[in-house]
């Protein structure tokens, strides 16, 4: 299991030249791939996100690609010198001009736009690329690396949070016999307290309790909470894209919950529900960071 949250570097160097890859990503229910190349490698971006897509399926990831010329580059650097005259006289104007005080150095004059030069040279794609997809599988495999390890810390948040809830839908198991007897032996307290002699046996006491029983019956949904909750355990476990799946299953939990704490009628059932549903929440918030 992973986060949706990482980091990644990679580089490859070719005849002097670096080829630097940087991913970063952040949670997005979709995939969002968005990818900032040079100019010159710009033909590259379709074959960069099939490299992508075939490893992260979820997120938003932010690829950053950057060329740099080697000393080999530099050995062809052109200067325009006509250029420098013209920056140099117009220094010195300006400093005649405004009275400034120092001398206008070569260093200035070349540090001047234009002035040195690396002559543009069209790039092979085909040749580049095999630099440009190691750097970028470097930079991929350190990405997923930290997802995972995310992914790990998340994955026994989860596992803690979802016993204290099945823990609890444990104890609501416990309770539902005891519903029913306290609700009878309530009615009978009631009808009592009104003055009515009545048996405790009587047909109308026992009729009663019986569609008591049936209307806050939660049998089936603590079975559906015990299938969901196995199901979420199991998929904390794989070692593959769950997130979609757990989102699901929690909006499935929380349908069931809502349903058990509506036909309880039972104050500590009912308190019972109010923590499962609290621990539901924060299990959500968290599954929005898993791939």
């Keep these: 299991m992973r986060s949706m949250t990482g980091y990644g570097r990679?580089?490859?160097?070719?005849?002097?030249?670096?080829f630097s890859v940087?991913?970063?990503?952040?949670n997005r229910k979709q995939s969002d791939v968005v990818v900032q190349l040079p100019r010159e490698l710009s033909e590259l971006e379709p074959r960069v996100r099939d490299v992508i897509n075939a490893e992260v399926s979820r997120g938003r990831l932010n690829v950053v690609i950057a060329f740099h010329r080697g000393a080999a580059a530099a050995q062809n650097l052109s200067l325009d010198a006509?250029?420098?005259?013209?920056?140099?006289?117009?220094?010195?104007?300006?400093?005649?001009?405004?009275?400034?005080?120092?001398?206008?150095?070569?260093?200035?004059?070349?540090?001047?736009?234009?002035?040195?030069?690396?002559?543009?040279?069209?790039?092979?794609?085909?040749?580049?690329?095999?630099?440009?997809?190691?750097?970028?599988?470097?930079?991929?495999?350190?990405?997923?690396?930290?997802?995972?390890?995310?992914?790990?810390?998340l994955a026994k948040d989860l596992a803690k949070r979802l016993k204290v809830v099945r823990d609890a839908v444990t104890k609501v198991t416990e309770l539902q016999p005891v519903v029913v007897k306290r609700y009878r032996q309530s009615l009978h307290e009631r009808i009592q307290r009104a003055g009515v002699e009545l048996p405790i046996d009587d047909e109308r006491l026992t009729r009663e309790v019986i569609f008591f029983a049936e209307k806050s019956d939660i049998t089936e949904e603590l079975t559906r909470l015990e299938s969901h909750?196995?199901?979420?355990?199991?998929?904390?476990?794989?070692?593959?894209?769950?997130?979609?799946?757990?989102?699901?299953?929690?909006?499935?939990?929380?349908?069931?919950?809502n349903t058990l704490g509506a036909k309880a009628n039972d104050v500590e059932i009912s308190q019972l529900v109010v923590i499962c549903k609290s621990e539901m929440e924060k299990i959500r918030e968290q599954i929005q960071n898993i791939e």
């Design 82 to 153: 006509d250029l420098a005259r013209t920056y140099y006289k117009a220094m010195l104007e300006l400093q005649r001009e405004i009275g400034a005080a120092g001398e206008v150095s070569i260093e200035t004059v070349l540090r001047a736009p234009g002035v040195l030069r690396i002559p543009e040279e069209e790039m092979d794609i085909e040749e580049a690329w095999p630099h440009v997809e190691a750097a970028l599988k470097e930079a991929l495999s350190d990405l997923i690396k930290m997802r995972e390890n995310e992914g790990k810390h």
């Design 22 to 26: 940087e991913l970063n990503s952040v």
């Design 229 to 257: 909750f196995v199901q979420v355990a199991t998929h904390l476990k794989k070692n593959e894209p769950v997130g979609r799946t757990l989102e699901f299953m929690t909006q499935e939990i929380g349908r069931e919950f």
């Design 10 to 18: 990679g580089q490859s160097v070719n005849n002097g030249s670096k």
